[in-house]
């Protein structure tokens, strides 16, 4: 099985006031394979997850997570962030066979 | 509508257990001896799961989100999943709302538990009751 990561998705509003809060939505397509299940034939079928995901905005990180197998198939999380400043917002995604994926999005606080 | 029937005849039959030994053990791993409060976290999860491969799952924790007052992480366990941690999520004052979801596996009926830590140490959380159809994990 070859590893797999990304592409990515984000959603991250164009533009916002300053002081408002954002919501950004992410995903990633990924198996995320549980290495709970068993194929047709009964053997098991590798783990294979992400692992870990952050968010830096304006090169500071401002959300990080730790995924376990119990995370649905092409991980999804939202959370929110308050604009500050226009600036880049960099999402990254790794797994536990060294895959990783970055999605850049850009933030217009005016 | 069946299956609204079946969920609810689930629930009334599922004996009442005690907290699985995998899950005291991450809890203690985590939050060591510190206790852990009933409220101010809001964990909302359907009900009835007909899949229990994809569950939305939101957290919404009451706090100011200030410099001074904030949610510094929140943590989403299972009581009978093969393991107990599912995801753990770290925020700051700049999120400005301590508001995050995500979609989650559930292997069975079961309970879910979210755990806010804030800035000044305590623990917050909320359990929620789900009932799964569909099993994930096979």
Same mark, same amino acid.
């Given at each position: *099985?070859?590893?797999? #990561?990304?592409?990515?998705? =984000? ?7 300053? &002081?408002?809060? /954002? ?17 047709? *034939?009964?053997?098991? #079928?590798?783990?294979?997850? =992400? ?7 304006? &090169?500071?990180? /401002? ?26 917002? =960099? ?7 060294? &895959? ?11 | ?138």
């Amino acid at each position: *099985m070859t590893s797999r #990561i990304g592409p990515a998705r =984000v959603r991250v509003p164009e533009q916002a006031k300053k &002081g408002d809060i /954002v919501e950004i939505r992410t995903m990633v397509e990924h198996p995320n394979e549980s290495g709970f299940r068993h194929d047709n *034939m009964g053997r098991p #079928i590798p783990r294979h997850i =992400v692992t870990s995901f952050s968010c830096t905005y304006n &090169g500071k990180e /401002v959300f990080s997570a730790t995924l376990h197998p119990a995370v649905s198939t092409n991980p999804y999380m939202t959370f929110h962030l308050r604009a500050v400043e226009t600036g880049d917002l =960099v999402f990254t995604w790794k797994d536990d066979q060294g &895959g990783i994926t970055t999605a850049t999005q850009k933030l217009a606080v005016v | 509508m069946g299956a609204l029937v079946a969920g609810a005849c689930l629930l009334v039959v599922r004996p009442a257990q005690a907290t699985p030994e995998e899950l005291v053990v991450a809890l203690r791993e985590t939050f060591g001896d510190r206790s852990i409060r009933k409220g101010r976290v809001k964990l909302e999860l359907p009900r009835l799961a007909e899949n229990g491969n994809v569950v939305p799952t939101m957290v919404s924790v009451e706090s100011p989100m200030t410099e001074q007052d904030y949610v510094r992480a929140i943590h989403i366990f299972s009581e009978k999943n093969p393991l107990p941690r599912i995801l753990e999520m770290r925020l700051g004052p700049h999120n400005g709302r301590a508001v995050v979801s995500a979609r989650i596996r559930m292997a069975t009926t079961q309970q879910v538990l979210a755990v806010a830590e804030m800035s000044d140490g305590t623990l917050w959380s909320a359990a929620v009751d789900i009932d799964v159809t569909v099993s994930s994990c096979t």
